[in-house]
């Protein structure tokens, strides 16, 4: 009968180190959430969000299958231009009112190959949800001079505006349009593991 104890508790000490899960948050300090579009098919324009919140919960080193969610708040866009950045919380983009968040919640993450993973999940704005593939580079982890454990990911991607019902636009007289509706993400994150 001791055997048999003994050999339960073995088990269920495995299984807690096997599936033991990290929780990291986002050193927004050290993150940037940017994106640029392309403006009257000349140049680019680059803006991010101020206001957000991102974590991720890993149960092995390498972030591997790790789960990952994401909410930016519409309102907090910047572009370096008021005009411009009151036009994106209105209706013919975010409508920032109604819709206040953005969202993205992980279906997978993969390791492709070296440092380059596939993260693939469900990207909510205005009401629209939609699956979107991204690329992203695992930069490394580090432990900092006060004793934190720091990783690093850098996170890029195309997203069509047109499918969240960010339709707004106008026609060029030489053709095309003057926002692009592809919208290219350029995200940097620096991760802190929870103690």
Not at 34 to 44: A, C, K, N, R
Not at 133 to 149: A, I, M, Q, R, S
Request: charged share 25%; net charge negative.
């Amino acid at each position: 009968m001791k055997n048999i104890y003994k050999l339960i508790v073995l088990i269920a000490l495995l299984s807690t180190s096997l599936f033991a899960q990290t929780k990291w948050n986002f050193d927004k300090s050290h993150s940037e959430v940017g994106f640029s579009v392309t403006h009257m098919l000349i140049s680019e324009t680059d803006g991010f969000f101020k206001d957000y919140e991102g974590t991720i919960v890993s149960s092995n080193e390498d972030f591997q299958n790790a789960e990952i969610s994401f909410e930016a708040k519409t309102a907090s866009i910047f572009t370096d231009n008021e005009k411009r950045d009151n036009h994106l919380r209105s209706n013919d983009f975010f409508n920032a009112e109604k819709f206040p968040t953005l969202t993205f919640k992980s279906k997978s993450f993969t390791k492709v190959n070296g440092k380059n993973y596939a993260l693939v999940g469900d990207l909510t704005i205005k009401g629209v949800t939609e699956e979107v593939t991204l690329d992203v580079k695992y930069n490394g982890t580090v432990t900092d001079p006060w004793g934190n454990t720091r990783a690093g990911f850098k996170i890029s991607g195309e997203v069509d505006r047109f499918t969240y019902g960010l339709t707004w636009n106008a026609a060029l007289e030489t053709g095309g349009l003057v926002v692009s509706k592809e919208v290219e993400l350029d995200i940097k994150i620096e991760l802190i593991k929870e103690k």
